[in-house]
């Protein structure tokens, strides 16, 4: 079965680095988005992407992030300078319509020192 | 403002023992209902998408129901392994493709 994969599953960091976050969404989607969760908290929306544009992003999606889809199955978040509070699990999420249901990566645990 | 409320927080239930959870949502048109089911450390895993009031989804031992102002998921005879955290999510009716989530509830079945 189809899966959205993420890599790395984990990632430790110091203050001011950049990172950068890597998805393989499901193959025929076209819809990609980004979303956060920190610890104990709930999954928060930070942006979706479709036809090689952002089509929506969050209060959370500052200049600090970008996101990129550079070949046909990479889609990529960067955080130009990582603070402390973007310590959280980010998930990739794929669908193949803006209005069926998303498919979520296992995640990857940001841990920022 | 948008809105997802789920209940209870925490539900503990012996093996076998059916019970309900509850996600009441306010939101400036629905165009769908999504529920996850999230392991420790995980993704979420995508079980049900409802768009309309009346519409029922089943799956083994889930059945999500949906009104105009809140969604069910009944869980019958439940296992040990269907012990997880249980995410509502809607998704507006305007241009918006964002899932906006609930908190969840974190259900432990014990054998």
């Known amino acids: 079965e189809p899966e959205v994969t993420q890599t790395p599953s984990h990632q430790v960091t110091q203050m001011g680095q950049e990172v950068i976050l890597r998805c393989v969404p499901i193959s025929n989607h076209l819809y990609f988005y980004w979303y956060r969760q920190i610890l104990g908290q709930k999954v928060e929306f930070l942006v979706s992407?479709?036809?090689?544009?952002?089509?929506?992003k969050s209060e959370i999606f500052d200049d600090q992030f970008s996101v990129e889809r550079p070949d046909g199955s990479n889609f990529t978040l960067k955080i130009r300078s990582t603070k402390l509070e973007d310590s959280a699990m980010y998930f990739c999420a794929s669908s193949v319509s803006s209005r069926r249901e998303q498919f979520f990566g296992p995640g990857t645990r940001l841990t920022v020192l | 403002e948008d809105q997802v409320t789920q209940s209870p927080e925490a539900l503990r239930l012996q093996e076998g023992e059916s019970s309900s959870l509850n996600c009441s949502y306010t939101v400036s048109g629905l165009r769908g209902l999504f529920w996850y089911r999230q392991d420790p450390g995980k993704g979420p895993e995508f079980l049900f998408t409802?768009?309309?009031a009346g519409e029922e989804k089943e799956k083994e031992r889930l059945k999500a129901t949906l009104t105009k102002k809140e969604s069910f998921l009944h869980i019958t005879a439940p296992k040990p392994e269907d012990s997880a955290t249980y995410l509502c999510a809607v998704q507006r009716m305007d241009s918006s493709y964002k899932l906006i989530f609930g908190s969840g509830t974190r259900l432990l079945v014990r054998p």
């Open positions: 992407f479709y036809n090689n544009e952002i089509s929506e």
């Open positions: 409802l768009y309309s």
